[in-house]
């Protein structure tokens, strides 16, 4: 089985910074790319940003210039830094790893985290 778990959301002020971590464990042999988006309530999911095994990167506009994407593809973990954050940033994030490949399984699928919440405010 593989589980895809979040951490570092919380309370921050604006112009504050967090860093987000998510975690993919089990029998995994590779993710191709592994990414972070939000969600506000009765919106539609957004990407934030996402990263490739190369690391190669892509940013949403609202972003670009204060969240940096990195990952470690040996602990199958990404990050997101996000720094001046702004109160439009709060909402829940949602880690993603698309395209995993388990061991003894040829398919790939996606496999998403149950997501952790930001809040900017002061």
């Known amino acids: 089985q593989v589980r895809v778990v979040e951490s570092g959301g919380g309370l921050v002020q604006p112009g504050g910074s967090l860093r987000l971590s998510c975690a993919a464990s089990g029998t995994i042999f590779s993710i191709n790319v592994m990414g972070w988006y939000r969600q506000a309530p009765g919106k539609q999911r957004e990407l934030v940003a996402v990263i490739t095994s190369g690391d190669s990167t892509n940013y949403a506009d609202s972003v670009k210039g204060r969240f940096t994407i990195s990952r470690s593809n040996v602990k199958n973990t990404v990050y997101l830094q996000m720094n001046s954050l702004k109160p439009e940033d709060t909402t829940g994030y949602y880690c993603?790893?698309?395209?995993?490949?388990?061991?003894?399984?040829?398919?790939?699928?996606?496999?998403w985290g149950q997501g952790t919440q930001v809040t900017v405010s002061s």
């Open positions: 993603k790893a698309a395209g995993l490949l388990t061991t003894g399984w040829p398919h790939p699928r996606d496999y």
